[in-house]
């Protein structure tokens, strides 16, 4: 109950946390599955339809449901502490973003049990994803499930932006702000800016495919290329959502373990602002054999190549950090040097396919999905890694074990290689991507068995760091507030986990790495910036949970409003959007509730403080 | 954080409740960027009709349907509705909430009655020109674009209600104050849509 009532930026990061890694679970099987089907020539593990399935699931989970969510456990966890606040801006709505991207994950997911998973990809392409093409139910269940789980992502990024800007400690300038903050505030940024776009896609597809409007819909006058423009718009700055926080984590981790400030830290903050920039103007290279004009291709192909130099940037000050720096590879950093050669490769295959005549060939071939996943794979996961190894003593009290820790690095990195280096030269050799199974003695066979052993390695990797997370759960809480002793920033400051009010008395930031400096000047806390006194605290409510159940109703109604059903009663229910009122009218009830009732909150009064 | 909450000041209320806490400054924020992410969903809604009008798939063309008087005075309502908001809210700071009520009142009814415009023009298309969601590409686009605007329209006056509803209930405070600055932000935000929509969907329509 508590779970589910609760405000607290550092147990909605945990909530985060299980239902991202549960999702993230679904889909690395989903993936588990691909690759068995692949395993082998002429194979008949599945047939095509439920391989579709299987792929759209995939890459959707993995995108929308597993790895973004973790992202914002760990900015949960960790963003309130780096900038010395007690809280987020709106705790209020940092859960009911947390509810509406739960509620949106288990309606794209209950689509496996109401007939048929999404079939189109996960970029639905019109008019593939069109009725006529797409006759189930399964892309209903994308557009609307995606649709309130973009809802809580969007509530997230305003409420970080907010946060960020209005919350930080004295001191704290944009210019002292640890870099995970600084990835964190322009991610909520292009999620702000991209995510409506994506808003509006989804509402045209739903209205293309249940009130048969005509948008992409050749027939009526529609354009399927437009459905390509709007979702890339969007899709695009998404990928460099999920890639930014990554390099946030690497920045932090690196000059922790190798007892050294980052370098180049101000050139880290523009190369950050110049990628989300540029992200917003390269989407069509995702388009280049649609069949725009030449011009069109050979603007995208140069603004995207433009993105080299600031990520360059970046690689070069993490290799400068580590340079002459006294390193300790601890797990994090493990994952974190990983990290660097690992996402370097994926970038230079990103310049490759760039390349607008090149694309050509490369176009629809598993030479996009191992470009793909060496970037969101190799880069984003191992970022996560990284993330969540150095940060678990904080969010849970608890070191995870080196040893595990060690064995999960390896057995992860290596399977990640083999499973995708090799697809890099079964696209050039035209193996063809979202194809259900191949022919034998076109050289695919063997690198396809390598490919599959190698997920199963990865497989492995993340049952050792299951096992990890198990084993150390049951041991009594060993962190102290700064558990790998070279911590720089204001999260290492207090004890570990942080008490629900995070800071006694907020910190007076007196440089970069606040807390390194007063280290390094003897202190042993950070200075306080106030006397101690009474901390207001926001009450738990079980409101943004029913806002989310509510609007999950309204959205299946809305799905099976044509249908016929068995029973002339649900039929009606259905067909006159009963079930749709209903849901939006629970909604809006619990708005209406939480605007009658004022929520004065609580204190913690100061005797209490002193107490712990 | 430490006053983050509010109790009506006694003896005078500040000079910009709305912004008198740390909270209500939050809000005020958040609602800019809000705004900001509203921008992009209109200007995908606007790319979208944009690159649809002419695909009238045999059906009426804007040309044929629209009545510029009607759009006119729904126009002219929406436009007045936005000074009487700034009005209400000029009433706010001076802290004189009955005069605030009244101008929130006359705010409401006008979007009320710029509501009304648009539904008789809706169904006048509907019934007399066959003109439907599923006719071509460019009535999707006309319906979603300019019904997005309506539905944000009834979605503010529902807002506005309630808050001159908990206005009479609780007073005008340092806690309603942000939410009733908010929503005359918002109302702006609509008013100034439906400036590009008048333009860009209603006058490019009748000459272009
Ligand atoms: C155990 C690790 C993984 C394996 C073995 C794996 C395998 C695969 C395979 C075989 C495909 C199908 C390619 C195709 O035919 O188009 C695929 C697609 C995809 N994967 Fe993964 N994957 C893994 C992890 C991930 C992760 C962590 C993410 C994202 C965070 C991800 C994102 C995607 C996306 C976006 C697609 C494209 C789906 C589509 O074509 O519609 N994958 N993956
Ligand atoms: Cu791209």
Redesign the pocket.
């Not at chain 1, 050294?260 to 050139?267: A, E, H, P, T, V």
């Not at chain 2, 004189?96 to 298309?125: A, C, D, H």
């Not at chain 2, 066959?130 to 807002?159: K, N, P, Q, R």
């Given at each position: 109950m508590d779970w589910i009532t609760t405000v607290d930026h550092k147990k909605i990061a945990i909530l985060y946390l299980w239902a991202g890694g549960l999702f993230?679970g679904i889909?690395?099987i989903e993936?588990?599955l691909?690759?068995w089907q692949?395993i082998k020539p002429m194979n008949d593990f599945v047939d095509a339809q439920t391989f579709n399935e299987l792929?759209?699931m995939?890459?959707?989970t993995?995108?929308f449901l597993?790895?973004m969510p973790i992202i914002f456990a760990l900015m949960n966890a960790v963003i309130p502490l780096q900038i010395g606040a007690r809280d987020v801006a709106f705790p209020f709505l940092n859960a009911l973003g947390f509810w509406t991207f739960l509620f949106g994950g288990l309606l794209l997911n209950l689509s496996w049990m109401m007939g048929g998973a999404p079939d189109a990809?996960?970029?639905s392409y019109t008019p593939l994803s069109g009725t006529a093409y797409s006759g189930t139910h399964g892309v209903d269940f994308y557009t609307i499930g995606l649709q309130i789980a973009g809802l809580g992502t969007l509530i997230g990024g305003i409420n970080f932006l907010a946060t960020i800007i209005t919350m930080r400690a004295p001191g704290m300038s944009f210019m002292r702000m640890p870099m995970f903050a600084w990835t964190t505030f322009i991610t909520s940024a292009i999620i702000l800016f991209a995510f409506p776009a994506i808003t509006v896609g989804l509402v045209l597809l739903t209205f293309d495919r249940i009130l048969g409007a005509n948008f992409f819909v050749p027939g009526g006058g529609g354009s399927p290329v437009l459905w390509q423009h709007i979702f890339w718009i969007f899709g695009h700055p998404e990928v460099y959502i999920?890639i930014l926080p990554a390099f946030g984590i690497i920045s932090e981790v690196i000059p922790t373990f190798a007892r050294k400030r980052l370098f180049g830290y101000s050139s880290m903050v523009f190369a950050t602002i110049l990628i989300a920039f540029l992200g917003f103007m390269v989407w069509a290279h995702h388009m280049f054999t649609t069949g725009l004009s030449p011009v069109a291709n050979a603007l995208f192909a140069v603004s995207t190549m433009l993105i080299a130099v600031p990520t360059g940037i970046k690689i070069f000050n993490w290799l400068f950090t580590l340079w002459g720096g006294s390193v300790r590879f601890a797990t994090p950093n493990l994952f974190a040097s990983g990290f660097i050669p690992t996402f370097t490769m994926g970038g230079v295959t990103g310049v490759m396919l760039a390349s607008a005549p090149a694309d050509f060939q490369f176009h629809d071939t598993?030479f996009v999905?191992a470009h793909?996943?060496y970037v969101?794979?190799g880069g984003?996961?191992m970022g996560l890694f990284a993330g969540l190894h150095y940060w678990w003593p904080k969010m849970f009290g608890r070191m995870l074990s080196e040893t595990l820790g060690k064995w999960t690095f390896w057995t992860f990195i290596i399977?990640?290689h083999l499973?995708f280096f090799v697809q890099h030269f079964l696209g050039l050799m035209g193996m063809q991507?979202?194809?259900f199974t191949y022919l034998p003695n076109q050289h695919f066979d063997t690198l396809n068995l390598v490919?599959t052993i190698?997920?199963g390695l990865?497989?492995a990797g993340?049952l050792v760091f299951l096992a990890n997370v198990w084993i150390t759960s049951r041991k009594p809480p060993d962190a102290g507030g700064d558990p790998w002793e070279d911590g720089r920033t204001l999260e290492w400051s207090i004890p570990s986990p942080s008490p629900e009010y995070n800071f006694k008395q907020t910190p007076l930031v007196r440089g970069l790495d606040a807390f390194w400096k007063e280290k390094t000047a003897g202190n042993k806390g950070m200075t306080p910036a106030e006397p101690i006194g009474s901390i207001h605290m926001p009450s738990a409510t079980p409101l943004p949970f029913v806002m989310a159940v509510g609007i999950f109703i309204a959205g299946l109604g809305f799905m099976f409003s044509r249908d016929d059903f068995s029973s002339a009663l649900v039929s009606f229910l259905f067909n006159n959007y009963v079930v749709t009122g209903l849901g939006l009218l629970i909604t809006f009830g619990a708005m209406l509730v939480r605007s009658l009732y004022d929520d004065h909150g609580w204190h913690i009064e100061p005797e209490e403080l002193e107490g712990r | 954080m430490t006053t983050t909450h509010a109790e009506p000041v006694h003896g005078g209320l500040a000079h910009e409740p709305e912004k008198a806490t740390a909270e209500g400054r939050n809000k005020v924020l958040a609602f800019w960027l809000f705004l900001g992410g509203e921008a992009v969903l209109f200007g995908t809604l606007f790319a979208t009709f944009l690159a649809l009008r002419n695909q009238t798939n045999e059906g009426p063309a804007a040309n044929d349907l629209f009545h510029l008087p009607l759009v006119a005075a729904a126009t002219f309502l929406l436009l007045v509705s936005s000074l009487t908001s700034v009005f209400a809210i000029q009433a706010m700071h001076r802290n004189r909430p009955k005069l605030l009520r009244n101008w929130l009142l006359v705010t409401v009814m006008l979007g009320l009655g710029f509501l009304g415009l648009e539904i008789y023009e809706f169904s006048q298309y509907v019934r007399h020109e066959e003109f439907g969601m599923t006719t071509s590409a460019f009535s999707s686009a006309f319906y979603t674009l300019v019904g997005f605007h309506g539905a944000h329209v009834a979605f503010g006056i529902l807002w506005i209600s309630l808050l001159i509803g908990q206005l009479g209930y609780k007073g005008l405070t340092v806690v309603t104050a942000p939410k009733l600055y908010i929503s005359a932000m918002y109302w702006h935000f609509i008013d100034v849509v439906w400036v590009f929509i008048f333009t860009v969907v209603y006058l490019l329509g009748k000459v272009g």
């Amino acid at each position: 109950m508590d779970w589910i009532t609760t405000v607290d930026h550092k147990k909605i990061a945990i909530l985060y946390l299980w239902a991202g890694g549960l999702f993230f679970g679904i889909g690395g099987i989903e993936a588990l599955l691909i690759r068995w089907q692949l395993i082998k020539p002429m194979n008949d593990f599945v047939d095509a339809q439920t391989f579709n399935e299987l792929i759209t699931m995939h890459g959707t989970t993995m995108i929308f449901l597993g790895v973004m969510p973790i992202i914002f456990a760990l900015m949960n966890a960790v963003i309130p502490l780096q900038i010395g606040a007690r809280d987020v801006a709106f705790p209020f709505l940092n859960a009911l973003g947390f509810w509406t991207f739960l509620f949106g994950g288990l309606l794209l997911n209950l689509s496996w049990m109401m007939g048929g998973a999404p079939d189109a990809g996960w970029t639905s392409y019109t008019p593939l994803s069109g009725t006529a093409y797409s006759g189930t139910h399964g892309v209903d269940f994308y557009t609307i499930g995606l649709q309130i789980a973009g809802l809580g992502t969007l509530i997230g990024g305003i409420n970080f932006l907010a946060t960020i800007i209005t919350m930080r400690a004295p001191g704290m300038s944009f210019m002292r702000m640890p870099m995970f903050a600084w990835t964190t505030f322009i991610t909520s940024a292009i999620i702000l800016f991209a995510f409506p776009a994506i808003t509006v896609g989804l509402v045209l597809l739903t209205f293309d495919r249940i009130l048969g409007a005509n948008f992409f819909v050749p027939g009526g006058g529609g354009s399927p290329v437009l459905w390509q423009h709007i979702f890339w718009i969007f899709g695009h700055p998404e990928v460099y959502i999920l890639i930014l926080p990554a390099f946030g984590i690497i920045s932090e981790v690196i000059p922790t373990f190798a007892r050294k400030r980052l370098f180049g830290y101000s050139s880290m903050v523009f190369a950050t602002i110049l990628i989300a920039f540029l992200g917003f103007m390269v989407w069509a290279h995702h388009m280049f054999t649609t069949g725009l004009s030449p011009v069109a291709n050979a603007l995208f192909a140069v603004s995207t190549m433009l993105i080299a130099v600031p990520t360059g940037i970046k690689i070069f000050n993490w290799l400068f950090t580590l340079w002459g720096g006294s390193v300790r590879f601890a797990t994090p950093n493990l994952f974190a040097s990983g990290f660097i050669p690992t996402f370097t490769m994926g970038g230079v295959t990103g310049v490759m396919l760039a390349s607008a005549p090149a694309d050509f060939q490369f176009h629809d071939t598993y030479f996009v999905v191992a470009h793909f996943h060496y970037v969101i794979v190799g880069g984003l996961v191992m970022g996560l890694f990284a993330g969540l190894h150095y940060w678990w003593p904080k969010m849970f009290g608890r070191m995870l074990s080196e040893t595990l820790g060690k064995w999960t690095f390896w057995t992860f990195i290596i399977g990640f290689h083999l499973t995708f280096f090799v697809q890099h030269f079964l696209g050039l050799m035209g193996m063809q991507r979202r194809v259900f199974t191949y022919l034998p003695n076109q050289h695919f066979d063997t690198l396809n068995l390598v490919s599959t052993i190698g997920a199963g390695l990865m497989g492995a990797g993340m049952l050792v760091f299951l096992a990890n997370v198990w084993i150390t759960s049951r041991k009594p809480p060993d962190a102290g507030g700064d558990p790998w002793e070279d911590g720089r920033t204001l999260e290492w400051s207090i004890p570990s986990p942080s008490p629900e009010y995070n800071f006694k008395q907020t910190p007076l930031v007196r440089g970069l790495d606040a807390f390194w400096k007063e280290k390094t000047a003897g202190n042993k806390g950070m200075t306080p910036a106030e006397p101690i006194g009474s901390i207001h605290m926001p009450s738990a409510t079980p409101l943004p949970f029913v806002m989310a159940v509510g609007i999950f109703i309204a959205g299946l109604g809305f799905m099976f409003s044509r249908d016929d059903f068995s029973s002339a009663l649900v039929s009606f229910l259905f067909n006159n959007y009963v079930v749709t009122g209903l849901g939006l009218l629970i909604t809006f009830g619990a708005m209406l509730v939480r605007s009658l009732y004022d929520d004065h909150g609580w204190h913690i009064e100061p005797e209490e403080l002193e107490g712990r | 954080m430490t006053t983050t909450h509010a109790e009506p000041v006694h003896g005078g209320l500040a000079h910009e409740p709305e912004k008198a806490t740390a909270e209500g400054r939050n809000k005020v924020l958040a609602f800019w960027l809000f705004l900001g992410g509203e921008a992009v969903l209109f200007g995908t809604l606007f790319a979208t009709f944009l690159a649809l009008r002419n695909q009238t798939n045999e059906g009426p063309a804007a040309n044929d349907l629209f009545h510029l008087p009607l759009v006119a005075a729904a126009t002219f309502l929406l436009l007045v509705s936005s000074l009487t908001s700034v009005f209400a809210i000029q009433a706010m700071h001076r802290n004189r909430p009955k005069l605030l009520r009244n101008w929130l009142l006359v705010t409401v009814m006008l979007g009320l009655g710029f509501l009304g415009l648009e539904i008789y023009e809706f169904s006048q298309y509907v019934r007399h020109e066959e003109f439907g969601m599923t006719t071509s590409a460019f009535s999707s686009a006309f319906y979603t674009l300019v019904g997005f605007h309506g539905a944000h329209v009834a979605f503010g006056i529902l807002w506005i209600s309630l808050l001159i509803g908990q206005l009479g209930y609780k007073g005008l405070t340092v806690v309603t104050a942000p939410k009733l600055y908010i929503s005359a932000m918002y109302w702006h935000f609509i008013d100034v849509v439906w400036v590009f929509i008048f333009t860009v969907v209603y006058l490019l329509g009748k000459v272009g």
